[in-house]
Every structure is written in C-alpha cells, then in structure tokens.
C-alpha cells in the first residue's frame, strides 16, 4: 500500500467513525457481549480469538462495514475505532443490516447447503461435563440411556476428547472401550447421531508422528527445520501442516477410516484456535500462512463432514459449519452473554452456531459444586435461552443435578425445541440461501428504534422476539416494537412500548409478530 493510499484510506475510517451516533459490531464472536464495541482494550486478530470465531469484518448501525484480507490489531476509544491498519470503510446503505448483506454478498457469500440437519432439529448431549478426561464405554452408554429415560428426545451424541488412544491416532482406547463398534450400534439403536472429538495435533514418539514426519505432513520449526512443538492447553505436541493439500487429504482419509471401522457419524473440531500456533516461529508448505491460516486450513476439513462443530474460526462465514460458542463459566454473567455473541455470530456470518453447553462448559466450574449445592435456576434459565436458538445442547446431566419440579421445566424446554423445529429449519434454509442471520440483534431487525444496546433479547427469524431472564430475578422489562404481538401465554399487546412482565421460573416469554 502506497504511502498516499494510506493516508487517504485512514482518513476515510476517520470521517466513517466519527458520526456522533454510529455503532460497530464485528470481528469476534467471544467479543459479542462487549459490543457494540465502546472501549476495547488491544485485541490482536492474529494471536487472540476471544476462545471463539473470528472475521475481519466491522459493522456500523450507518450502513457502512469494513473488511480486510489480512489480521490486524485494533482497540476502540469511545466507539471510534483504531485499527492498526488503513482501513477504507464501505458504505452500502444505511442500517446494521444492510452493511451486514453488502459484506457477506462480497466476502462470504453463502453456498446453499446446511450442516446435518438432526443438529438444528434435535437437541445435542456432549459427554464433556459428565466424564471430562474419563471418556468410557460404559459411562457413555449409561449417560445416553439416561437421556432417554428421563424424557428427553434423541440427537446428536459428542463424545468428547481423551476416547482415543493418542493424539494422532484414532481409535478407541482398549482399556475403556472393550467394544466400541457395539457401543456405537447401540447408540444408533437408541437414536443417535454419535460424533467423536479430534483435534490437529499429534503425540511425539508415537509411529503416527514418525510417519507424519518423514512424509512432510507436520508443521516444522522455521529455525531448525525439524517438526515444531506447538504448546496447546493439553500439553506440547507436533501438529499437522494442513496448509499442504497432501497432508489435509491423509488426515480425512484418516478420519474416513475412523468411520468406515466404527460407525461414527461425524467429528467435533477443536483446538484449531489461532495462539495455538502462536507458540512457534512455524514453516509451513504454504509459506506465507499466518496463525489465522492455520485455522482456516483446520476449518476446511469440516467442510467434508455435514456432522461436524467449531468452537474457533477465520474467515469461514457462509460455510455450511457448525459454530458453538466458547466455553462457559457456570455463572450468571456466563448466561448474560449467550445472547449477543450469538447474534455477533451472525453477523460475521456464523449463521449455524449454538450458545455452548447448557449451565456452561467450563468444566472446572463443576468440579467443587456438590448435588443440591446448584444454583438451579441458573441451569434451567441457561436451557430457556438454548431452547428458542438454531441448536441447544446438554452437557452436565439435568436429572443428575436438578428437582424433579425444575427437571420438568428443562424437559419442556427441549420439547419446545423440537416443536419450533420446523420454523427454525426454514429459516437455516433462508440463511443458507440469503445469509440473513437465523438469530438477529434487535437493531439488525429494527434498526434505528434505540435497540442496538439490547441484549437480552434477539429475534428468531423476523416473526418471534424472545427475551428469556438471564439472572435471578422473576420479572423483566420486554421492549416490544411497533406491531401487534402476541406472548407466549396467548395475550397481544401493542407494540412500540416497553413492557414490564412477571416470569416464574417456570416461563420463558416470547412474542409472535402478529401484524
């Protein structure tokens, strides 16, 4: 970029920022809650993902975005933006949503197809929480039964990391899993979908990494020349080059295998975050990958699997990829930021995600809390949000920690979900057709009404608003705007005002656009 262009273009970002009213959104997902952005401390796209997706992509509430091909760092001082980079800001209308649609028609216009569809329609159970690093036969078919046993529809089964032998290789651990061919078939029978967790990297001193190295498959330090260590939050290991088509090629075919032996239906994809490859001065077959490449590259080999899930992206909006959201503390703050990191997913084009597990995935939180010492509001509040957006998964098992009374409530809510089955499908079709989000920020289906700071409630399509309580309270302000509404117990109200309403735990309120 000439001296000149850079000026003009950091001249332009200026005037395009300095509108006295104008918002901006974007970038990161795990940034979703902080946003629209006011004062962002230094936040580098290259090294940092907020434990979430990422794009280069910023949204402003006046119609402008702005895009760039390569990371950058950035902060924001009073909701100016400072990118570290010229950046020249487009304006293509003169709301969130058309910003929104002008950037995804150019940069990640969406193809037509869909992730495996029984992710949306059906609740998913992750066997995470439960048995963390104790992945085993007979706990996982002892969690499934309790699924079913405890009314809760069949779906989607994730079998969460440590079932393999190591990392690079891809079978069953022996010593825990005495049959997992039979365990799979019975999963099937009782309905499910079973998808395995794998991740990039690869145990040294296994022929696996012997093999991978004296093909050329593994990333390699850019000093020595020899395989890099990458460190990563399960310790040190090699880690595949998958910017070489040869060595992605040899890792599905791998995962294929896995398949065609096991009967698993699809993978869960992590550890594909960028600091993962920030550890290491990396040479890599494609010589000017940077960390975000990597991710891009890990990214790509979902593409092959309709069941798949990320937790961290790049640039892969538009795709048909599964995206959940980052690991939550069990926490009520954690509850508060499910909704607008859902809708930031959106807007950077993640349109199929899921809010994390149901009460949080942070594992740790579950480990000092005894039975009957759980906040159980919290769980089933946690549920409520899940229940109205594309996808909603278990994890901690509801019957192992809740009254029956509040079991009650969360079986209700996955019912809930398979009853707005229907209406969700249309519109994952819509997005894959259209890119319009599935879950949408207030300001981006209203757009100049005061709601770009609601957060605690989001539109499912254009015809229902959903506003769960996200905190300990019974009650809420509801912020309906102009129509006709009618709630989820039957009742119409007028729209255009805000509304003070009563929720027993037991309610998750919701509003159908009537007129």
Not at 235 to 243: E, I, K, R, V
Not at 323 to 349: F, H, N, T
Not at 456 to 472: E, I, S, T
């Amino acid at each position: 970029m000439s001296r000149l262009t850079a000026i003009v273009s950091a001249l332009l970002l200026s005037l395009a920022c300095s509108a006295q009213d104008e918002l901006w959104w974007g970038v990161s997902v795990g940034l979703g809650h902080e946003q629209p952005f006011t004062n962002q401390p230094l936040f580098d796209l290259n090294t940092e993902d907020a434990n979430n997706q990422l794009a280069p992509l910023f949204l402003s509430s006046e119609g402008y975005y702005i895009w760039s091909n390569v990371p950058f760092n950035f902060t924001t001082k009073d909701g100016h933006l400072r990118p570290s980079i010229p950046l020249a800001p487009v304006r293509v209308g003169h709301c969130l949503r058309d910003a929104y649609l002008g950037a995804q028609a150019r940069f990640f216009p969406f193809n037509g197809q869909l992730p495996d569809t029984l992710l949306f329609v059906r609740p998913q159970y992750n066997t995470w929480i439960e048995l963390m690093y104790d992945q085993n036969q007979a706990d996982i078919l002892r969690y499934a039964r309790a699924v079913i046993d405890n009314g809760f529809p069949a779906g989607v089964l994730m079998i969460d990391d440590n079932w393999q032998r190591y990392y690079g290789d891809f079978h069953f651990k022996a010593e825990r899993f005495p049959d997992p061919k039979a365990m799979i078939r019975e999963l099937h029978r009782l309905g499910f979908k079973v998808m395995v967790w794998v991740c990039p990297f690869v145990s040294p001193d296994t022929p696996e990494y012997r093999d991978l190295a004296a093909s050329g498959y593994l990333l390699k330090d850019r000093d020595t020349n020899t395989v890099a260590v990458l460190n990563w939050w399960n310790g040190q290991s090699a880690c595949y080059d998958l910017t070489n088509p040869k060595a992605a090629e040899h890792f599905v075919s791998r995962l294929r295998q896995a398949q065609a032996e096991y009967g698993i239906d699809g993978f869960k994809f992590d550890a594909g975050d960028n600091s993962c490859y920030a550890s290491a001065k990396l040479r890599a077959f494609d010589t000017t990958a940077t960390n975000v490449d990597h991710t891009a590259s890990w990214a790509k080999i979902g593409l092959q699997f309709p069941l798949n899930e990320y937790r961290a992206c790049w640039k892969m909006g538009g795709q048909p990829l599964v995206q959940r959201l980052g690991d939550k503390d069990y926490s009520w703050e954690a509850v508060q930021q499910l909704i607008p990191q859902m809708c930031v997913a959106g807007l950077l084009g993640y349109a199929y995600a899921c809010p994390d597990m149901i009460g949080g995935g942070q594992y740790t939180a579950f480990l000092y809390i005894r039975p009957g010492e759980f906040d159980e509001a919290l769980i089933v509040r946690s549920a409520q949000v899940h229940a109205l957006m594309p996808m909603m998964q278990f994890s901690v098992a509801p019957w192992r920690i809740l009254s029956p009374e509040n079991l009650a409530i969360v079986q209700r809510m996955a019912k809930l979900h398979t009853e707005f089955a229907p209406y969700i499908m249309r519109y994952a079709h819509k997005a894959a057709e259209t890119g319009e989000p599935i879950v949408r920020l207030m300001e981006y289906q209203f757009p100049h009404q005061g709601l770009a700071e609601v957060k605690d409630q989001f539109m499912l399509g254009d015809r229902y608003l959903v506003a769960p309580v996200v905190d300990d309270r019974l009650e809420r302000d509801v912020i309906l705007p102009a129509g006709t509404w009618r709630d989820d117990q039957g009742k119409k109200y007028k729209g255009g005002k805000t509304y003070h309403i009563e929720v027993p735990l037991e309610r998750l309120p919701y509003f159908e656009l009537i007129k």
